[in-house]
């Protein structure tokens, strides 16, 4: 069994910086990818950033230079440091992550809003 747990979402003006959070926890053989999807109100869900197990990283064109993803593998954790945010980053954010051995896994969901 493996879990993730979500954190750092929360309400932010224009301009502000917001960091999530994911942890993994469970019977984990290992992780491959981890990464952070969004879906707006209407919306498909769309890939945020992704990262790699050696450390690759992957950036929609619409969050590159504003928006890092980073990992702590000793504490099986991704985290998504956002900067310069816009209205139009309101989604909800979700963490998406490849076990090894285990399959993919989503977190539950964390919601951000920029108020203009």
């Known amino acids: 069994q493996v879990q993730l747990v979500e954190s750092g979402g929360g309400l932010v003006q224009a301009g502000g910086s917001l960091r999530l959070s994911c942890a993994a926890s469970g019977s984990i053989w290992g992780i491959n990818d981890m990464g952070w999807y969004r879906q707006a109100p209407g919306n498909q869900r769309e890939l945020v950033a992704r990262?790699?197990?050696?450390?690759?990283?992957d950036y929609a064109p619409f969050v590159k230079g504003r928006f890092t993803i980073s990992r702590d593998n000793a504490k099986n954790t991704v985290y998504l440091q956002m900067n310069s945010m816009k209205p139009e980053d309101t989604a909800v954010y979700y963490c998406n992550v490849k076990f090894y051995g285990v399959g993919t896994y989503w977190g539950q969901g964390t919601q951000v809003t920029v108020s203009s």
């Open positions: 990262i790699t197990g050696v450390g690759s990283t």
